[in-house]
């Protein structure tokens, strides 16, 4: 995938009315930095990164990153 094509899937993702947040899941931490990184990049400032990590008894833990944009003046907070 291309850093266009990606920015250009984040930036759909995002316009959907429901939900508004993009998660992003994956088992290497580098490489979810990088997702994150190009999520980002199509994204206005002001967009949140919430980081969680899940451990499994057994296998590797994953790493799932949620990114929002920024609220709108005047939104009421959760």
Known sequence: ???GAAAS???AAM???EPSVLRIIDG???S???RVDLAL???PDGSRVDHFTYWYTGRPPLHEATVSPPRAAGEAQE
């Open 1 to 3: 995938m291309t850093e």
């Open 28 to 30: 290497d931490e580098r």
């Open 32 to 34: 979810l930095a990088r």
């Open 41 to 43: 990049s199509g994204l």
């Open 9 to 11: 899937t984040v930036g």
């Open 15 to 17: 316009d959907r009315e």
